[in-house]
Nanobody, 121 residues
Framework: QVQLVESGGGLVQAGDSLRLSCAASGRTLSSFTLAWFRQAPGKGREFVASIRWTDGSFNYADSVKGRFTISRDNAKNTVYLQMNSLKPEDAAAYYC??????????????WGQGTQVTVSS
């Protein structure tokens, strides 16, 4: 089992920055990819970014490339999502997930409870 707890969401203005954190506990993360997904009201849960725990290789959705950065702290078992130049369309509940490294929601077995990001225009 892997437990994931997100934090760092909030209300910001368009153009601002925000950093989300996801603290993981339980099983060792060495076999996992950690990812961020998001879900806006009335929409499906979409892939945002992922990072492979072993080597740090990463992947981003086209909509966030150049604005968001995913990183990890091995010692703290924590993954981060630095979000810059936020847009109103980035507003959503953001979820941390642990799984086996694709952009597909079905590839991730463990999920956090989510943290809300609101972006005012």
């Amino acid at each position: 089992q892997v437990q994931l707890v997100e934090s760092g969401g909030g209300l910001v203005q368009a153009g601002d920055s925000l950093r989300l954190s996801c603290a993981a506990s339980g099983r060792t993360l060495s076999s996992f990819t950690l990812a961020w997904f998001r879900q806006a009201p009335g929409k499906g849960r979409e892939f945002v970014a992922s990072i492979r725990w072993t080597d740090g290789s990463f992947n981003y959705a086209d909509s966030v490339k150049g604005r968001f950065t995913i990183s990890r702290d091995n010692a703290k078992n924590t993954v981060y999502l630095q979000m810059n130049s936020l847009k109103p369309e980035d507003a959503a509940a953001y979820y941390c997930a642990a799984g086996w490294g694709t952009t597909q929601r079905s590839a991730y077995r463990y999920w956090g409870q989510g943290t809300q990001v609101t972006v005012s225009s």
